[in-house]
C-alpha cells in the first residue's frame, strides 16, 4: 500500500457549506460488503456525516439527487476496483465528482483497491479499465464524447493523491491511515477566529475577494498598512470565507517573529508542507533544499497561502521559491507594514492597503471595548470623541484604550487620556505598555 503523489493541474472554485463530509463512490459488485463498507463504518464511527448509496443500479441513469448529494459534498473518496469502470453509473458520478472538484473546491481522493493506478490512467485496451471502455465505445457509436470524458475523467483521478492497497498488510490499518487524511481534512477546513467585534472587517474582506477572482489564474494579493490596522484579521477573514474554495489551504501566521531563526523558518516551511499536501514529515536539513522539495511536490493541489506579517524578501523567497511552480488556480495573500516589498514581486502580486476605520467604524468599535454589553453613557461621549480623533482609526489603538478604559470613573479617563496623548505616532508596543501598567 502506498501514498501516490498529484501530477496535474486543476481550476478555481466557488465558496459553498457542506452537507456532507464524505461521499463514497464504488462499484457495490466489487465492495459494497466488504472494503468499503468497512470504510463507510470506520468513517461513521468518527463521527463523519458520510453518505453512501446503498442501492443497486444496472443500466438507469444518474439522478438529480444524487447529482445534488455529490455537490454538496466536502470530500469524495473514490473506491477504483476491479470493475468500476464497467459501469456508466460509476463513470457518469466520477464525472460529477471531477466538475465538484472544479468548481465547488471538492477534495477528490482515489483509493486503488487491488488495481494499479497506471490502469486508471493508462486504460490499455488488454486490461480491465481499457476493456470495460473500449466496450463502452462500442455501446456508445452515437456518442462518443461521452465515452471520451469518461477516460478523460478517469486519467484525471488516475493521478491524484490517494491510496493503492495492494493486497499486502492488514486493510483495517490501511483504511485508518484514510480516516486520518479526513480528518485532518475536516480540521483544516474548520475556520479562523476573527475578532471579538469584527467592525469593518466584512467591506475590506470584500474588497480583497474582488481582487482574487475566480479565475484558473494563480494570483498573489499583498495587503498592507500600517501596523495594529487590522491586516491579520482581515486576512482570517478572507481566509475563512474562501477556505472551502481550495483543496488544501495553510495560514502561517506572525511569519515577522517566527522567522527570526533557522529552526523558526523550517518550522513553517513544514507547516507549509503538511497542510498543504497532509505529509507530516519534510525530512531536509537545508532551508533552501526543503523549498525545492516543496516546489516540486505539490503540483497539482489548488491551494489558498496566507502569509502574515512579512517584513523581508528572504522570508518569501524561503516559504514561496521561484513563484512560478503554483498549481493553477492558487491564491497567495501576504500581509506586510512595507509596502516597497510588496513592490519587489512585481506583476504578479496585486496590491490592497488598508484605510483606517470611518469615524463611525472608530466609535462603534471603541464603544464594544468600553461599555462591552452595555449602553453608552452619554457622559462620556465627549471623552469617547477625544478617543477616537486621537486613534485616528487605528483598530489595535481603539481595542486597546476601550478595554483600558472600561469600567473606569470620568475621571480616570481624563487621566488615562492624557497619558495616551503623550505617545507619539501611534506607538502600538508603548500604548499596550500604558494600559498593562494601569492608572497611577
Known amino acids: 500500500m502506498a501514498l501516490l503523489t498529484n501530477v496535474r493541474p486543476s481550476s478555481s472554485s466557488s465558496t459553498r457549506r457542506w452537507r456532507h463530509d464524505v461521499f463514497l463512490s464504488f462499484r457495490g459488485e466489487d465492495t459494497r460488503f466488504g472494503f468499503t463498507s468497512h470504510l463507510y463504518q470506520a468513517l461513521c464511527d468518527k463521527g463523519f456525516n458520510t453518505f453512501i448509496d446503498d442501492k443497486l443500479h444496472r443500466g438507469e441513469e444518474i439522478t438529480k439527487a444524487l447529482l445534488e448529494t455529490i455537490e454538496s459534498s466536502m470530500i469524495s473518496i473514490v473506491v477504483f476496483s476491479e470493475n468500476y469502470a464497467s459501469s456508466t453509473w460509476c463513470l457518469d458520478e466520477l464525472v460529477k465528482i471531477v466538475e465538484c472538484r472544479k468548481n465547488n473546491g471538492q477534495l477528490v481522493l482515489p483509493v486503488f483497491?487491488?488495481?494499479?493506478?497506471?490502469?486508471?490512467?493508462?486504460?490499455?485496451?488488454d486490461k480491465g479499465?481499457?476493456?470495460?471502455?473500449?466496450?463502452?465505445?462500442?455501446?456508445?457509436?452515437?456518442?462518443?464524447?461521452?465515452?471520451?470524458?469518461?477516460?478523460?475523467?478517469?486519467?484525471?483521478?488516475?493521478?491524484?493523491s490517494g491510496w493503492h492497497y495492494d493486497n499486502v498488510g492488514l486493510e483495517s490499518k490501511f483504511i485508518q491511515g484514510i480516516i486520518e487524511k479526513i480528518s485532518s481534512t475536516k480540521l483544516k477546513r474548520t475556520q479562523l477566529f476573527v475578532a471579538e467585534y469584527p467592525v469593518g472587517?466584512?467591506?475590506?474582506?470584500?474588497?480583497?475577494?474582488l481582487l482574487l477572482n475566480e479565475s484558473n489564474d494563480v494570483q498573489m494579493v499583498g495587503i498592507h498598512g500600517l501596523g495594529g490596522i487590522g491586516k491579520t484579521t482581515i486576512a482570517k477573514a478572507v481566509y475563512n470565507r474562501n477556505v472551502d474554495r481550495f483543496e488544501a489551504t495553510c495560514f502561517l501566521e506572525d511569519v515577522r517573529e517566527n522567522s527570526r531563526t533557522f529552526k523558526g523558518m523550517i518550522g513553517l516551511q513544514e507547516k507549509l508542507f503538511s497542510e498543504i499536501l497532509w505529509d507530516k514529515h519534510l525530512k531536509v536539513d537545508s532551508i533552501s533544499k526543503r523549498m525545492n522539495v516543496i516546489m516540486e511536490t505539490i503540483t497539482n493541489i489548488r491551494f489558498l497561502l496566507i502569509l502574515d506579517d512579512v517584513d523581508r524578501q528572504s522570508q518569501i523567497e524561503d516559504l514561496l521559491g521561484t513563484y512560478d511552480w503554483f498549481p493553477s488556480g492558487s491564491k497567495v495573500i501576504i500581509t506586510t507594514r512595507d509596502e516597497y516589498l510588496l513592490a519587489t514581486l512585481g506583476n504578479l502580486c496585486t496590491t490592497?492597503?488598508?484605510?483606517?476605520?470611518?469615524?463611525?467604524?472608530?466609535?462603534?468599535?471603541?464603544?464594544?471595548?468600553?461599555?462591552?454589553?452595555?449602553?453608552?453613557?452619554k457622559d462620556y461621549s465627549k471623552l469617547a470623541n477625544q478617543v477616537i480623533h486621537y486613534a485616528k482609526g487605528l483598530?489595535?489603538?481603539?481595542?486597546?484604550?476601550?478595554?483600558?478604559?472600561?469600567?473606569?470613573?470620568?475621571?480616570?479617563?481624563?487621566?488615562?487620556?492624557?497619558?495616551?496623548?503623550?505617545?507619539?505616532?501611534?506607538?502600538?508596543?508603548?500604548?499596550h505598555e500604558v494600559s498593562y501598567d494601569g492608572l497611577e
Not at 494499479?116 to 490499455?124: A, G, I, L, N, T
Request: glycine content about 4%; hydrophobic content about 35%.
Open 201 to 209: 472587517v466584512k467591506p475590506r474582506a470584500k474588497a480583497i475577494e
Open 129 to 160: 479499465f481499457g476493456a470495460a471502455l473500449a466496450k463502452h465505445e462500442e455501446n456508445f457509436k452515437n456518442n462518443m464524447d461521452k465515452v471520451q470524458s469518461w477516460r478523460t475523467t478517469l486519467n484525471e483521478v488516475g493521478c491524484l
Open 113 to 125: 483497491y487491488k488495481v494499479d493506478p497506471s490502469e486508471v490512467r493508462k486504460q490499455d485496451k
Open 352 to 377: 490592497y492597503k488598508v484605510k483606517e476605520l470611518d469615524k463611525h467604524e472608530a466609535l462603534q468599535l471603541f464603544e464594544k471595548h468600553a461599555f462591552p454589553g452595555n449602553k453608552p453613557d
Open 395 to 431: 483598530p489595535l489603538a481603539l481595542e486597546i484604550i476601550g478595554s483600558d478604559l472600561c469600567g473606569r470613573t470620568e475621571a480616570q479617563w481624563k487621566h488615562a487620556i492624557d497619558k495616551y496623548e503623550k505617545i507619539p505616532n501611534k506607538d502600538i508596543q508603548e500604548m
